[in-house]
């Protein structure tokens, strides 16, 4: 069954994705669409936005689904209940975090953005990142005591930040950086990375 994940030619909420359908093995198109995306393809999306997943003539719709979707085969989803929940919920807020960058990421006045920045590079990435340290700390050096679908989604949503915010926010924390390291250089992901090449805002 032809599978297809479409998304921008930008690393974002799809990258996660990406590292691990390459991780898992899995045969997929990487269909990347510009940001003028043409109104009769942006109204043929269910929710209206991207990432998108197809397998065969089924659509699935949000990132988090997506990602726990195409690991649901693998080692990457905890047998244990209470270990799912735990990873879930780091998922969750992780993407907490994300929705302070967007509005950042959106800004169009250079003042505002300016102000908006100093305030997630002085407060917020270490209001998230010291408990996501933490918690990593605590477990292993993972969300749930071993590695799952959920630390790929921090270091996707590590890399974004950093290339939106022009930083390496992960160089503060050990266990984060630990976690993001150990991803790029997974089987699979480690080849598609630098066949892929560094990512650029203005494409």
Known sequence: MAKKLHYFNLNGLAEP????????????EDVRHGFDMKKEVKDKLPYGQLPIYEEGERILTQSLAIAKYVARNSD???VDPWVVAVVEGAAYTIYDFWLKIVPYVKEQDPEKKKELKKHLLEETIDFFFTRFEKHLQEN?????????????ILCGIVEASNL???TELEKKYPA????VEKIRNLPGVK????KRGPYVIDQ
């Open 76 to 78: 990457l989803i905890p």
């Open 176 to 179: 984060v950086e630990a976690v």
């Open 17 to 28: 994705i990406r590292y691990i359908l390459h991780y898992t093995k899995q045969e997929f």
């Open 191 to 194: 080849e598609y990375i630098e």
């Open 140 to 152: 292993g050096g993972y969300f749930g005591g071993k590695l799952t679908w959920v630390e790929f």
């Open 164 to 166: 939106f915010l022009d």
